[in-house]
């Protein structure tokens, strides 16, 4: 049957229909249509913004509560930890812990690292890397990230209020003098972001590495989305973007590739294969020069990419 004859029997058939019945079906059409629009813009992406955004378990957290800031798992491994609690702001209690340099590095000691693990990561995933930066001779301060592990937070931010964190902690530390120069803050994922937007701001920081940071949110998002299997919908980043500061609490930057600013300090990016060649990638390079800036690609395994983060510390001790 062709779409003309089809086309006419419609006609006909809705000629048929009453009036009263022809309102009632543009009713159900406009109920419909405006159920599916309050479904796809506000009630699933309220829903993801909780489960990419937010912490574990987030619906049966009590911000109010303190769990024990436990260094079992840094003792077990044989390292003299020590922890202490900071709280940078009203939205978070962050549960830190303290490596100091051997006894044999007192006298020269050769500097300071700050670990600042990724989103998916706590502090005790990064046990290993914190041992052989204490074997080197380096006092470690790493912690739980706002919204992880022990420290308190329902919604992590997007790297801007987790270089905030750093910077204070920071401050903190020099106005007792607990740290000891150089400097470096070694960050994963979104922890790699806030170390290099902490540097920006920080110039007490003496160098970077930043483990598979983002670099812009649109990036950001797109990982999200295909980690957390979120469907995609018309204006996605914008509306969960939206969503995500009205649920959380945070003010936040949407960072794009043309508010990439010079690194500040000696910096080592290390990018994905799919960033590497990317336009985030060739700006930074390209604003920041080489004297500053290494980017090479991620290398793979846990053993390879520690092993980079030591040569880097390293010349600290022959200069």
């Given at each position: 049957m062709s779409l003309t004859k089809i086309h006419f029997i419609c006609e006909i058939l809705m000629a048929k229909l009453s009036r009263q019945t022809k309102e009632i079906i543009k009713t159900v059409l406009f109920f419909l249509v405006v159920a599916l629009l309050v479904f796809?813009?506000?009630?699933?992406?309220?829903?993801?913004?909780?489960a990419i955004m937010a912490r574990p378990g987030v619906d049966d957290y009590n911000n109010d509560s303190l769990v024990t800031n436990d260094p079992a798992p840094f003792v077990e491994a044989g390292l003299p930890a020590d922890t202490f609690r900071f709280e940078p702001d009203v939205l978070a209690n962050l549960a830190c812990?303290?490596?100091?340099a051997p006894p044999d590095s007192l006298l020269e000691p050769k500097g300071t690292v700050f670990l600042v693990p990724g989103e998916t990561q706590t502090r005790d995933s990064l046990i290993t890397l914190t041992a052989a930066l204490h074997n080197e001779g380096y006092a470690v301060y790493t912690y739980d990230s706002r919204a992880?592990?022990?420290?308190?937070?329902?919604?992590?931010?997007d790297g801007t209020h987790e270089?905030?964190?750093i910077e204070q902690l920071i401050s903190h530390f020099e106005i007792h003098g607990q740290i000891v120069h150089p400097l470096y803050i070694v960050g994963f994922n979104l922890g790699a972001d806030a170390a290099m937007l902490a540097a920006l701001e920080e110039q007490r920081i003496d160098g970077v590495v930043a483990v598979g940071p983002y670099l812009t949110t649109p990036y950001m998002q797109d990982v999200f989305k295909e980690r957390y299997q979120t469907y995609w919908f018309p204006f996605y980043r914008t509306i969960m973007w939206w969503w995500y500061e009205i649920r959380s609490g945070y003010a936040t930057i949407y960072r794009r590739v043309e508010?990439?600013?010079?690194?500040?300090?000696?910096?080592?990016?290390?990018?994905?294969?799919?960033?590497?060649?990317?336009?985030?990638?060739?700006?930074l390079k390209e604003i920041s020069g080489a004297d500053n800036l290494t980017v090479n690609p991620i290398p793979a395994g846990d053993s390879l990419i520690y092993e980079s983060i030591l040569s880097f510390v390293?010349?600290?001790?022959t200069e």
């Open positions: 796809v813009y506000i009630i699933y992406p309220l829903n993801r913004t909780k812990l303290l490596v100091p992880s592990g022990k420290s308190t937070g329902k919604y992590r931010g270089a905030s964190d508010d990439l600013q010079p690194v500040p300090c000696r910096t080592l990016v290390m990018l994905t294969n799919q960033q590497i060649d990317g336009e985030a990638a060739l700006r390293r010349p600290a001790t």
